[in-house]
């Protein structure tokens, strides 16, 4: 990639020669100009990554030349520089978006740290406008990431999936443990046969039972005829027992031997049958400890334990967020409905600081949520879940210097703290109630005119046309 290249904007040559001097020591193509106008007219001419502006100057303030980049060049990093660095300008800039603020005077260390910080962000902005125009990292069985922990598990679905050995895949709820199955299952010899799925989680003891190995006619009341279980209808397949921390001890007994055996009796039947299948488990616990709690069979455990995959939480490939986000917004884009093509940086930036408890299922549903939420193209902050706000906010605000810039800083805080709760409020309604607007003002006691302006204010509109 190029040398990254720099824009001083400041109505002092003094000031705009020595950030000259200090950036092109650091490997900077950089030029200069003494207005926001002048600015405005060397950008039409040719691009650049980075921009260090003035907030006072003569023609075309600071402020005002950032509000004309944010529309007209949102790909540019703006730093604000200035002597003015109360709080107040600092909001203001930031809410215009200023990457960051480095008030007067500063050394050139300083400079060269906001500068190199700037540069990094320019980067992931590349890499996003890049992703919003569908140059995006091909995704792997509907797997998607670009970072080294998610290549890694590439690598190993690929290793094992032409083998017939049992995987576990060990992951937060959310990580994607189906997905992986699927991929183990797409590049094996059974890729033509059946993929069978049972979450462990969601059945009873008999219910899972008769899942997976069947019944005969009459083995318990209910059984009106035979039934063949998974494990046979997915014989020359591949068979994923998702939660398998959650099956009983006898359970878990029975699918020992069938895991050493490939054989099985249906409930209440008497012929035993054989199958070839290939098993892939996948837990959110700890099964040794289980195992230690007398939980878990330590000789399932082993059976188990023969080729671990460990998927990473959100947390820990922060990069491959805004990735996952963009291509969780093109999938609904390909679903129909609305046309949003853009999360604004700042939108953007909360999402990669959240830490993701639900990992991608729940960053589906904060992307679905935005989506609904959206009346344009480009989906903010306040589109975005209180919980991913909120996280943001410590990065977002200077501290206070003084007393009064506490109290300014704590007023508007009071009132984005209050504005997010009743979005919140406004939007938790219309889920329970189907975004059905009536039933929703009922529910939460309100008169239907007054929780339509509410939705009003926040840009909420419902998904049924019940108005």
């Known amino acids: 990639m190029d040398s990254p290249k720099a824009l001083i904007v400041d109505d ?37 990554d980075i921009l260090f502006t003035d907030l006072k100057m003569a023609e075309m303030g600071g402020m005002e030349l950032l509000e004309t980049l944010r529309s007209r060049f949102p790909d540019l990093v703006p730093v604000v520089i200035t002597g003015y660095s109360t709080i107040a300008s600092a909001v203001e800039t930031m809410k215009l978006g200023a990457f960051d603020y480095l008030p007067k005077p500063f050394t050139p260390d300083e400079m060269t740290a906001v500068a190199k910080k700037a540069w990094e962000k320019r980067q992931k902005l590349i890499e ?42 060990v992951g937060e709820t959310g990580t994607g443990k189906e997905l992986v199955a699927r991929a183990i299952h797409a590049f094996s010899p059974r890729s033509e046969h059946r993929f069978s799925a049972v979450d462990c989680g969601t059945l009873s003891v008999e219910l899972l039972e008769s899942e997976l190995f069947g019944h005969v006619k009459g083995a318990f009341t209910g059984a009106v005829s035979n039934k063949q279980g998974i494990f046979e209808a997915a014989d020359q397949g591949t068979v ?14 029975k699918l020992l031997r069938f895991i050493q055996e490939r054989e099985f009796l249906p409930v209440g039947g008497t012929e035993t049958k054989h199958v070839d299948i290939r098993l892939v488990f996948a837990t959110n616990r700890d099964l040794e400890k289980m195992v230690a709690e007398g939980t878990f069979r330590e ?25 996952l986000a963009y291509h969780l917004l093109s999938k609904m884009q390909a679903q129909g409905g609305k046309k949003i093509t ?34 344009g193209t480009t989906i903010e902050p306040h589109h975005l879940p209180m919980a991913v706000t909120r996280a943001g906010l410590p990065e977002a605000y200077p501290v206070p210097q ?45 008169q239907r005119p007054n929780f339509q302006a509410l939705m009003r204010k926040h840009a909420i509109r419902s998904a049924r046309n019940d108005e």
């Open 342 to 375: 853009v999360i604004s940086d700042a939108a953007l930036r909360m999402i990669e600081q959240y830490d993701w408890p639900g990992n991608i299922r729940q960053l589906e549903s904060a992307i679905e949520r935005a989506v609904i939420s959206c009346e």
């Open 402 to 446: 003084n007393n009064r810039e506490f109290l300014t800083l704590k007023k508007r805080l009071r009132e984005q703290a209050i504005g997010e709760l009743e979005r919140e409020f406004v939007l938790e309604a219309l889920q329970r109630n189907d975004w059905n607007v009536t039933r929703a003002a009922q529910d939460v006691n309100i």
């Open 12 to 48: 002092e040559p003094t000031i705009c020669r020595a950030c000259e001097k200090i950036l092109s020591r650091e490997g900077y193509s950089v030029k200069v100009a003494y207005s926001g106008k002048q600015a405005l007219s060397i950008l039409e001419q040719e691009p650049f």
């Open 128 to 169: 996003t406008r890049a992703i919003v125009q569908g140059d995006m990292p091909p995704s792997f069985c509907g797997i998607v990431g670009k970072s080294p922990k998610i290549h890694e598990i590439f690598r190993m679905i690929r290793k094992v999936a032409p083998t017939s050995s049992t995987v576990l895949i």
């Open 240 to 253: 994923f027992l998702d939660e398998i921390c959650n099956i009983n001890l006898e359970i878990q007994g």
């Open 299 to 323: 000789d399932l455990y082993y059976r188990l334990y023969v080729y671990p995959i460990q998927l990473p939480p959100l947390r820990e490939r922060r990069e491959d967020i805004p990735v």
